[in-house]
């Protein structure tokens, strides 16, 4: 069954460093997402991507967030300056079809020093 | 804005029926979805509702009125596997931003 990958499983990094989590969506989908949950909480949307642009962002994607589709397979989240308060669960997800079922990856554990 | 309200937590007994209930408020809804989540895992996707009425996979039916902004997802033949946390969702128009509620915490006991 095709699943959604992401690396790594956890990132150490210390504030104020630059960070890319990366995902591999499933390969005939054409809709991609990146949603956080710090532990505990509700998971919140950051962005969702299609045809090679940012479709919708939320209020805490600002410009210290970005996500590019290098080639034909990556998807990746860079934070570009890390803060405490970026320590959390970072999930991936892709769709075939934006307004159904989106396939989450298992996340990428982030955690700022 | 987007809001959605859930019960924090509900506890059930093996083999009962469980309703968990979730209200929204939003512009441009489009769709209310459900997902869960065990501990340490990621959300896995259980059901969609786009129009008003019942939707049902195997244990698992979810059910949608727009009208009065409200759907629940029921669970049936509760197994001690479901415990998790489940959480209601919804998509603007053209789906592109899913907002996820808080969550409802389900026990199952034997």
């Known amino acids: 069954e095709p699943e959604v990958t992401q690396t790594p499983s956890h990132q150490v990094t210390q504030m104020g460093q630059e960070v890319i989590l990366r995902c591999v969506p499933i390969s005939n989908h054409l809709y991609f997402y990146w949603y956080r949950q710090i532990l505990g909480q509700k998971v919140e949307f950051l962005v969702s991507?299609?045809?090679?642009?940012?479709?919708?962002k939320s209020e805490i994607f600002d410009d210290q967030f970005s996500v590019e589709r290098p080639d034909g397979s990556n998807f990746t989240l860079k934070i570009r300056s890390t803060k405490l308060e970026d320590s959390a669960m970072y999930f991936c997800a892709s769709s075939g079809d934006a307004t159904y079922e989106q396939y989450f990856g298992p996340g990428t554990r982030l955690t700022v020093t | 804005g987007q809001s959605l309200e859930q019960p924090s937590e509900v506890t059930a007994v093996e083999g009962a029926i469980v309703q968990i209930n979730c209200t929204y408020q939003t512009s441009g809804f489009y769709g209310l979805s459900w997902y869960q989540q065990h501990d340490g895992g990621a959300p896995t996707f259980l059901s969609y509702n786009g129009l008003d009425g019942l939707e049902e996979t195997g244990r698992f039916s979810s059910f949608l009125s727009r009208s009065d902004s409200y759907g629940y997802l029921l669970l049936q033949e509760l197994q001690m596997k479901d415990s998790a946390s489940y959480f209601c969702a919804v998509s603007n128009t053209g789906g592109f931003k899913t907002i996820f509620g808080a969550g409802t915490r389900l026990f199952v006991k034997a």
């Open positions: 991507f299609y045809n090679n642009e940012i479709s919708e």
